[in-house]
């Protein structure tokens, strides 16, 4: 489980001055606000549109372009699930059918009252040992349904 | 603790290992190994690529490395018990390492510290060889180090195999006052780790492997594009960064010659089309990676408009065993036009999945059946993808054919990044070939026609086909359609995702003519 703080828009100025002298300093700012509070407020689209002297247009399209940035506040926990060939072969739509259908989680939908959410990912480099699943940064490999089923439910339970 | 001098217990890092408990295991070698009063230095390394044996804990003995696996933290303090730490006999003692038949049947070249050495300690690095590429390159002039490594043969590890020493050449010869080196190490094909394992595993070769790359055209700053979803890697990078600085291998001045290198990591941000090179350079300029028309060529106009090697993280980290060991010395591994080594990753449904390097040549029977010992599932194996999302299905008739670019090209696949993801029979293939267009779909970048309009109708022209809506004529449509993305496309995106549906279709034709299921679910 990981908690951040609540966005603050004077923390990410900060952050935003301290990145912006590199090359290309798009997405590193934009993975360093998500990494301090789990998502990118648009509200600071314009400070770093003004900070790299690009219009606010071109943030606004880095940020929409990339699966990875989330633009409203992070659930609780994060499952990235590998549905990727390897992992095909191993059954991971399974898994998938059968946590919509016995535990009514849809990935790709904000399960329990946001505080898990589980998103399709394309290959963890784990195709030896799928079906694969990231979980608050932490590799799972053979994964199966009822491990699946736990994680989503294990909601504020460990950490 | 007594004064007997400590074991050395080598228990992986790996982020595979990881994955099933290898540090669950670390812990519980310490706990136990403290509570019994014995001296043990846990060391973790890199995984050896037997991927099905982790977590594999090895010990050190005066007759060479025992390894044990896979081992549970359950299992520890039997371990102990049984005195492995002599290296004696328990169930899961495998033997020594080196002996065992996957490591013995490899040509370790690029992967041959993996496993051995800890990856962040820059000591044991020089130890096994390390730096010694780079400095026989520091004796050199850039023309000859891009000599080398033409004469070696080395090709393109990244899937389209452009001979490595050409694309140096061009950027040694470009004038310009700043060059870059770009590591692609965005490894998103499906059934590929190599590039992972090797990041994780052996770092600092890595980094001596794009130096030498910038030493030879005058580069002085080097990005390693790296995807989000390693966040293993990621830290084994930094880290290792860090230390080559430190240790002035890195900075205003490599190993105290003329030569800048600074060298830095960036992370990725979930989109697979950043593997494809333009779009990786405006994803590093901090745009949306949208693929760029070529030429001008990245080797001329690269990142930021100035003339840049894109190479994939093996083919860097082939560079230093080159220089080292000489240009001949590689070429003599491989067959034809394809020299060298290969590392190939086996994953999917398979009983022995991991990575293996070998010389360019044996045959995916060889490597599925005797290496990987058929499938995980134990049912027979009907399919075989070969080169990531964008590769071909092969059946289990073509297995024959040698791991080489040229010979899976005479066959319509390709071996792109050398992952092998094997299915069992419970495949149903127009499925695979639905998924295909589907992948596309959601990773398309939207700039031409033929990719971003044609993979949501070829999911459309699936979804009739596998719903038994007037197949014949579907099947022309998504034929037609295959050519028109093959012909037209701008990228290997939209240009090669046919590659996967039509060998479903003429390989697996009675998939496409299944009897429709009653309700089905999508």
């Not at chain 1, 407020?41 to 990339?66: C, K, M, T, W």
């Amino acid at each position: 489980m990981v908690r951040y703080p609540a966005w603050d828009q004077d923390e990410a100025r900060s952050i935003v001055s301290g990145l912006s002298h590199l090359e290309g300093a798009t997405l590193p700012i934009l993975h360093a606000l998500q990494e301090e509070f789990g998502y990118v407020d648009p509200q600071i689209v314009p400070v770093i549109a003004y900070a790299l002297n690009l219009s606010r247009a071109e943030i606004h399209g880095a940020i929409s372009f990339y699966h990875d940035f989330k633009t409203s506040p992070a659930p609780r926990r994060v499952i990235k699930l590998c549905r990727a060939e390897a992992c095909q072969a191993l059954g991971c739509e399974t898994m998938v059918d059968h946590l919509a259908r016995d535990h009514g989680i849809d990935v790709g939908a904000l399960a329990h009252s946001h505080d898990v959410a589980i998103e399709t990912v394309y290959c963890l480099g784990n195709c030896a040992l799928g079906p694969a699943a990231l979980v608050d940064g932490e590799l799972i490999g053979r994964l199966d349904a009822d491990l699946l089923a736990a994680l989503c439910s294990h909601h504020g339970a460990d950490a | 603790m007594s004064d007997a001098p400590s074991v050395k217990v080598f228990v992986p890092v790996d982020a595979a290992a990881l994955s099933v408990g290898a540090e669950a295991v670390a812990k519980a070698v310490a706990r136990e190994a403290e509570a019994r009063g014995l001296s043990v230095e846990i060391i973790r390394n890199g995984t050896r690529g037997m991927l099905w044996l982790e977590p594999l804990v090895e010990v050190e003995t005066p007759d060479g490395r025992i390894a044990y696996g896979p081992v549970a933290t359950g299992d520890v303090a039997g371990l102990f018990d049984s005195g492995f730490l002599s290296g004696a006999a328990h169930e899961l003692n495998l033997g020594k390492t080196e002996e065992l038949d996957w490591m013995k049947r490899q040509q370790r070249v690029t992967f041959e510290r993996i496993g051995v050495t800890d990856p962040l300690s820059l000591s044991d690095y020089r130890t096994y060889d390390g730096l010694k590429g780079l400095q026989k390159a520091l004796s050199l002039t850039g023309a000859e180090i891009v000599e080398t490594v033409r004469a070696s043969g080395l090709r393109g590890r990244g899937g389209a195999g452009f001979p490595t020493g050409i694309k140096w050449k061009t950027v040694h010869d470009a004038q310009a006052e700043q060059k870059y080196i770009v590591c692609n190490a965005d490894e998103g094909d499906s059934g590929t780790f190599a590039d992972r394992m090797l990041m994780e595993g052996d770092p600092f070769l890595l980094i001596e492997g794009m130096t030498i790359a910038a030493v030879a055209v005058g580069a002085t700053r080097g990005y390693i594009y790296l995807r989000s979803e390693y966040p293993h890697a990621h830290k084994a990078l930094s880290r290792a960064i860090l230390k080559a600085e430190n240790a002035g291998l890195l900075g205003d001045s490599v190993l105290g010659t003329n030569h800048a290198f600074h060298l830095e990591v960036r992370l990725g941000a979930g989109a697979y089309i950043c593997g494809e090179e333009t779009s990786l350079l405006e994803s590093l300029e901090g745009k949306r990676a949208i693929v760029r028309a070529k030429p001008p060529i990245p080797a001329l106009k690269g990142l930021f408009a100035k003339p840049t090697i894109v190479n994939n993280v093996l083919s860097f980290a082939a560079v230093p065993w080159i220089l080292q060991h000489g240009a001949q010395a590689y070429a003599d591994y491989g067959m034809g036009r394809s020299r060298g080594t290969l590392p190939v990753q086996l994953g999917g449904n398979i009983k022995r999945g991991g990575l293996v390097e070998l010389a360019f040549g044996i045959s995916l029977r060889e490597i599925i059946e005797d290496l990987g010992g058929g499938t995980l599932s134990g049912r027979p194996i009907r399919a075989v993808q070969v080169g990531g999302p964008l590769g071909a299905y092969l059946t289990a008739g073509q297995l024959d054919v040698a791991m080489d670019y040229e010979a899976l090209a005479s066959i319509k696949a390709m071996l792109g990044h050398g992952g092998i993801v094997v299915f069992d029979d419970t495949v149903d293939m127009a499925r695979q070939a639905r998924f295909a267009f589907e992948f596309c779909a959601k990773e398309s970048c939207g700039k031409c026609t033929p990719c971003r309009i044609g993979a949501t109708r070829g999911v459309e022209t699936m979804d009739r086909i596998i719903a038994g809506h007037e197949r014949p004529k579907n099947i022309a449509v998504l034929r037609d359609l295959n050519k028109l993305m093959t012909d037209a496309s701008l990228c290997a995106m939209g240009g090669l995702t046919p590659m996967p549906v039509m060998s479903a279709l003429n390989h697996f034709a009675e998939d496409f003519d299944r009897p429709v299921l009653p309700l089905a679910a999508e």
